[in-house]
């Protein structure tokens, strides 16, 4: 079954850290870019970070300085590190990759579930 498990959202207070993770299941293949993405309460779905196979990264403006996102290809596994949190981080953050359903030729966009963050002042 396809899918994407994300883990390691939570509380903490501003200025700490929280590592999240996104494991794809393994029959998503031939994995191009990965990122993460977030929504807060009563706002659009914001990109956060993104990574592309060959290790170039973007980041929004917003977490620049303080994010970063890295990647397993062996596990198929994308992470983000998150420092110096602020209460205006609190969101739900969804992961998402780029690749191809074993046994297909289609390449698609897959999505977590979410994971909370919320950041206490």
């Known amino acids: 079954q396809v899918q994407l498990v994300e883990s390691g959202g939570g509380l903490v207070q501003a200025g700490g850290s929280l590592r999240l993770s996104c494991a794809a299941s393994?029959?998503?293949?031939?994995?191009?870019?990965m990122g993460w993405h977030r929504q807060a309460p009563g706002k659009q779905r914001e990109l956060v970070a993104v990574i592309t196979s060959g290790g170039s990264t973007n980041y929004g403006d917003s977490v620049k300085g303080r994010f970063t996102i890295s990647r397993d290809d062996a596990k198929n596994t994308v992470f983000l590190q998150m420092n110096s949190l602020k209460p205006e981080d609190t969101a739900v953050y969804y992961c998402n990759v780029n690749g191809v359903l074993a046994g297909t030729l289609v390449r698609r966009d897959y999505w977590g579930q979410g994971t909370q963050v919320t950041v206490s002042s």
């Open positions: 393994a029959d998503i293949r031939r994995i191009n870019g």
